[in-house]
DNA sequence: GAACGAGTCAACGCCGTGTCGAGAAACGGA
DNA sequence: TCCGTTTCTCGACACGGCGTTGACTCGTTC
């Protein structure tokens, strides 16, 4: 009894679920299902919210019933997970290079992270509202987003605490909070602008003013 | 037949749901129901989350049966968004009040403006993480939260462009721009502290860091 | 060809929502 | 005082989503 991957309990590492034991990974039909259900997800995810979607529209869409979508998957969140998986790894990726890449100057530098961060859930613009929806009623989905926002959160205090240790950027609230405070409008920013529900800033106009702001924060000076 | 508060449905102004036509309000036992609804509402968010809150928990608390609560409110949502109504009622005082109070200068004035937006939804915890819980659900709650949202973010730019033309602030992004990035980093830095999940501001740290952020950002000046 | 595991699904139980229609309770007049 | 109207109440229902159970098929392996 395959005990689906085991997204939705547990959190932690568990990468790639062990798949292909055996010499040749005989009759793998149960993949096929697996990744059918994995597409049909990301398909209705581009029509209708997660909410919207059943456990029977992703069974109905991958030709198999109900009761056999849980032979895969324990939940529809766990499928959901599954999917944000590859975004996570994707975002952790564009994350490393943007910071381990030498920036000809700070502005260069900053405007890379954030655009780097902007073109990450933009390409996935479906599944970044949908995890954002999911964070409400799923505790893994939540913490899964927290672990990104912390890592880029310590990244970003990081750089900050390297500007002002070389003295080029002042001091002022501790560097950690700045990044989180930060961190927080970026990801509310580009999340109105991908959902478009609300005002909300124009896509072209989101690494602009974001930039605006983290540079200002970061080196600026207030008045007086 | 009292069709409820009709809240849930057609947005717009609806104020006091036109109660006590006849002369005396004769008989209001119906008005204890309703009030009592809404206090098993807001005492029940105190302990658990929205979603956990069922209808049948609602009229049980009230003292009523399920159906009976259909009488008085058209859903679980109409129930919240009457509830919010008062939150908005406050959070648009406490912004009237603070945009037209002379400061004693733009440090004092933004102060004074980002701890009465932390206030208002601090003072009323369980409704603001409920109202964004509400969000991804019901478009009725999201468009009021809209509505709130907007009215800070005019208030903002406007202020925002007042210092610009008396020559306080430098130019730069569209003071609209900056207000909305602004705004949705205070409401996404007040709601994680608020609501406690993932890695969040402590309260006392929250107006201190925003200030910081809104200072350097509407006068401050990037490096070079 | 028996035993096994992977894969499949009809049928079930549970819980939540919202509705319908039959009443009880209070009032306001004739 | 009775009678109609309005207000209010709820038992019973229909529906839909979730997750489980138990039996059944079908290849593979020994």
Redesign the interface.
Known sequence: MRAGNLRGMSEGAEQSPVRARGRRAARTSGDDREQAILATAERLLDEK?L?AISVDDLARGAGISRPTFYFYFPSKDAVLLTLLDRVVAEADEAMRTVFEAPAA???EGWQRALAAYHDTFRSHRALTVAW??A???SAAV??L??EV??RW?QRCAAAIEAERARG?APA??PAR??A???T??N???IY?SLSG?????AES?VV???L??W???V??????
Do not use: C, I, K
């Not at 529900?197 to 800033?201: E, I, Y």
């Open positions: 919210s909410g100057g700070p502005r954002a929806e964070r409400s009623t939540r913490s987003w927290a926002f912390e959160v080029a002022g609230v909070n700045l989180v405070a930060l927080s409008m990801e509310r920013v109105a529900d609300g005002p909300a800033l106009d602009p003013v974001l605006q702001v540079l200002t924060a080196y600026g000076r207030a008045p007086e």
